[in-house]
């Protein structure tokens, strides 16, 4: 499993092999979505960290690292779920699994570290989640932990703050044309200081929308928030995703943008596509945007 052999989610892959290749691994993520994507992506992650010799941050698919990940005899790489966690409460993952876990940290790597998968991390239960925290805060060497979740709500907000957290895509959307172009012009105003009357008349396609309002949204959100995370990560990674590469005015409307008021508008928009998910009202949630966002 690599990046690049993923369907979907592929701005977050190029994210992630950007990060990787400049050296940015952290101790922590959290992967947020359906069952698919969120074990493909925590998959092609693990086999990329332990590859021994990665291409451009993503698994070459040949060296030695890289068959044993392919044939699921990589001595470094622990996978936990439900079903494999012991004890015997099939409906939670216990204290008794993350201890287990924590054990085989303790033990030196084969390699230079572990990677630790944690598939239905939303299935841990609090005094696990309690449990992990330690692991979270003081990582055994350089081993690295992965949180596969089917919802962020589940987690306790002390696990999640120590996770670098990305939302998955279920199906195998690129964003829209009309959603980039959108996503575009609202950010351009965004970093204009614009007023709550302008950019709520430029979401009009959105609250408008009749049909699926909740999937544009949904769709118009996701561009956002991968231009708010290119506009963040490009002066580092000199990378970006689909939603801003072939746009010209990119880097000049980025240089009006505040590092620190782009973290918190990602951590915004994130919190208005999961209200959007649960069904919540999206014409409140949009305009409760407009408000709140700034960068
Ligand atoms: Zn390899």
Redo the contacts with the bound molecule.
């Keep these: 499993m690599s990046f690049a052999e993923l369907k979907q989610n592929k701005a977050v892959a190029a994210q992630l092999a950007s990060l990787l290749q400049s050296g940015k691994l952290v101790h922590a993520y959290l992967f947020v979505g359906g069952k698919e994507s969120r074990l493909q992506m925590g998959k092609a992650l693990a086999?990329a960290i332990?590859?021994?010799?990665?291409h451009e941050g993503d698994?070459?698919?040949?060296?030695?690292?890289?068959?044993k990940?392919a044939h699921g005899n990589h001595e470094d790489y622990l996978y936990t779920d439900l079903e494999t966690a012991p004890g015997n409460a099939k409906t939670q993952i216990g204290v008794d699994a993350v201890e287990a876990l924590q054990e085989q940290l303790k033990l030196k790597p084969f390699g230079p570290r572990h990677v630790a998968v944690i598939e239905e991390a939303h299935l841990l239960n609090t005094a696990a989640q309690n449990k992990l925290l330690k692991t979270l805060e003081e990582p055994a060497g350089d081993s690295v932990l992965i949180l596969l979740a089917e919802k962020k709500e589940a987690l306790l907000p002390t696990v999640v703050s120590r996770c670098s957290t990305y939302f998955l895509e279920d199906e195998a959307v690129l964003p829209q044309e009309a959603e980039t172009e959108l996503a575009r012009a609202y950010f351009t105003l965004c970093a204009g200081r614009s007023l709550f009357y302008q950019k709520r008349d430029c979401l009009k396609p959105v609250l408008e929308e009749k049909n699926d309002p909740r999937a544009k949204a949904a769709s118009f959100l996701e561009c956002l928030l991968m231009l708010l995370r290119d506009a963040l990560l490009f002066p580092y990674t000199q990378d970006r995703s689909p939603v801003s590469r072939d746009w010209d005015s990119f880097e000049e409307v980025c240089a009006k943008t505040d590092p620190e008021k782009l973290k918190t508008a990602i951590s915004a928009v994130e919190d208005a596509i999961r209200s959007v998910r649960l069904g919540y009202n999206t014409g409140y949630t949009l305009k409760k945007l407009c408000l709140d966002l700034s960068i």
């Design positions: 086999a332990l590859c021994g010799s990665p698994a070459c698919g040949t060296c030695l690292s890289c068959r990940f």
